[in-house]
Nanobody, 119 residues
């Protein structure tokens, strides 16, 4: 069983910063890709950023230059550094892990953490 535990959300003023963490635990062989998604009220879930096994990263255009995704492989933990936050960044943020497990590739989601950007 693989579990993802997120932390770091909260209330921040526009222009502020937050760092989200996603710690993976349980039984898996290796990470294929990890990613952050977000879902704002009344909207669909969108992928914000991803990081592959080789460290390659991708970002949605709206966060390029403001957000940074990185991983600590020793701790199986992924981070999302969010700078210059805007009200449009308000959403529940979810982490996702796709990993090699016995029998194939497993797909796991965290419980979500709320990020609110407001004066």
């Amino acid at each position: 069983q693989v579990q993802l535990v997120e932390s770091g959300g909260g209330l921040v003023q526009p222009g502020g910063s937050l760092r989200l963490s996603c710690a993976a635990s349980g039984s898996f062989f290796s990470i294929v890709v990890m990613a952050w998604y977000r879902q704002a009220p009344g909207k669909g879930r969108e992928r914000v950023a991803s990081i592959g096994n080789s460290g390659d990263t991708n970002y949605v255009d709206s966060v390029k230059g403001r957000f940074s995704i990185f991983r600590d492989n020793n701790k199986n933990t992924m981070y999302l550094q969010m700078n210059n936050l805007k009200p449009d960044d308000t959403a529940v943020y979810y982490c996702r892990l796709q990993a090699n497990v016995d029998g194939g590739i497993g797909d796991y989601w965290g419980q979500g953490t709320q990020v609110t950007v407001s004066p």
